[in-house]
């Protein structure tokens, strides 16, 4: 198999996919409405206010970072490791300047960040941002965006605003080239006709904010 | 404020948490993440579950009570740990999860008959699962023995790319745990050559491209606890002969196994023993898989099952994200002296698609079986149910 990193070529079709299913957006509704709730069991998932409460201790250090966009929250979740019993909940960052990413530990109780850790070519699926970051750098590409805009048209009359009006989902791509040290999604991308682009080959990567088609 | 916008931006949609009341004292859930259900035979579950951001559903703490019997610890924690689908060309190979916990599809009641939705995206249900024996009277009715069968669902789908996976982690009446997932939505619809793949549609212009959904589960068996848990395999010699033999190998170690004609494993803790004596187990048997063997660098396809010792990082079989551990279950499965073990079981299905497979697609499953061996000294529900005869 030959894989290169070629921009010229890239062609986008529609693959011929009548699609039923949806990708959904909307929250739980019962979350919001609730206002004081029991303390969590052992075995509860992150309320929401220890989610609130874990980002923002593990975001104190890298608000300035994270302003600038070097350093993206990608999402929280419980710790799950049967050794501790205290409730605790992992941040997952990710540092763009340094391509690492950087896990901090928080335990609830204490309020305080108990253990990071930070490594290179570690890639945690991309987030919703991201997702969308990833499709505005497609739609960016001088040929790819208008191959897109053309789909989109096609497939529901109507111009494409932003990448948001596309039903995205991104999974990583670190096979080949720069991706394998770089944070690179590979996206699906739906149209309002349920027909899914064929993006198969384009690979858009988030740290050098380029699109590359693969080859194969 | 600051925080309020990170959140929006980056929270898992399926994650948010569900309104809780206070867990019973004893119990480590709380409603609506604690599930415990008593089926018709007295058969008993109890389990934890959670939507995680990466693994989508979650199942945790699961004890099984057989009938008249005290309960017993099975997993720690048990989810899906990987979905490897590498096309038969050779291009694409996705690594479906993902962001299982934001990918999941809202369930209707349609979808969970007769069942309970726990916030949006999970369904807990039962249903039957045919006979759970038959035994003729021989005229005597009295003598005869028949009972139906049930058992627990709780299932999450989720929606990758064209494909819906619905995962179900299915607990019986008979103490048995069979995790699976089905493969349904839309295929692909990439164009390839004949050779690798099969004309759908009209005539032989669109060939369909085959493809593997290599599909990996993580569970952390802790066996009336987490401590002295054993896993061993089994095989049968003999070929060709009329003699079968059994060889029984103790993984005291992290290993990398193969599947193999009659071949099984076990987890068993020697301390915790049935009314006979014999320790208590549950037995894993994979026999239903495609055996995807791909390159080199793919060498967590090389294995059917692993077992390693715990590792809270260890979570996925291939892009594990974090900085702590390895990246995959291949490397995980080193040389270190197994004290706790966790399981990790590849299963392969390799589709090659046919008509039928027009949208929506059928529902293709794969998974498999987690039994009981020698947790009760006999058939649990031998004098339960509604169907067994009057004692
Ligand atoms: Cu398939």
Known sequence: ?216 | MFVHLLLAGSLAVSGAPLARTAAAPGQPCSAPYLIDERLPNGARWRLCWEMRTIEGLTVGRVAYTPPGHQQVGVLRSGALAQIHVPYDSGEPRYHDIGSLGSAAVALTEADCPGGERRGQYTCVLTRARGHAFLKDGFGDPAERRSAQGRELVVLSAYQVGWYTYIAEWIFGDDGSITPRVGATGSLAGTTTAPKHGWPIGVGRKHFEESHSHNIFWRMDFDIGGKARDVVEQYDFSGNRTKKRSMIRTTLTRETKALNWPMRWWRVVDPRVRNADGHAVSWEINNSGSAEYRGPSDEAFTHSDVYVTQYRACERLATMNPSPRCRTSVDAYAGKERVKDPVLWVNVGFHHVARDEDADPMPVHWQGFRVTPRDVTARNPAASAGPSAPPQ
């Open chain 1, 1 to 216: 198999m030959r894989r290169s990193w070629v921009l010229a070529g890239a062609t986008l079709s529609a693959a011929v996919v009548a699609g039923t299913a949806m990708f959904l957006s909307g929250g739980e509704p019962q979350a919001s409405q609730v206002q004081r709730q029991p303390p969590p069991a052992p075995g509860d998932p992150l309320s929401q206010d220890e989610v609130r409460r874990a980002t923002e201790v593990a975001t104190a250090s890298s608000r300035a970072h994270m302003a600038s966009g070097r350093i993206e929250l990608l999402y929280v979740e419980r710790e799950d490791d049967k050794a501790q019993d205290d409730r605790r909940a992992e941040a997952y960052l990710y540092d763009y300047a340094d391509d690492a990413l950087i896990v901090r530990t928080v335990d609830l109780a204490e309020g305080k960040v108990v253990e990071e850790s930070k490594g290179r070519g570690v890639q945690p699926p991309p987030s919703k941002r991201e997702e969308l970051r990833a499709a505005e750098l497609l739609l960016a590409h001088p040929k790819l965006g208008k191959g897109v805009r053309a789909e989109y048209k096609k497939a529901s009359g109507r111009q494409l605003r932003t990448a948001a009006d596309l039903q995205l989902r991104g999974l990583i791509f670190r096979d080949a080239g720069a991706c394998r040290t770089h944070r690179c999604v590979r996206l699906f991308v739906r149209l309002p006709d349920g027909r899914f682009l064929d993006t198969s080959r384009i690979v858009i990567d988030l740290s050098a904010k380029k699109v590359q088609t693969l080859e194969w």
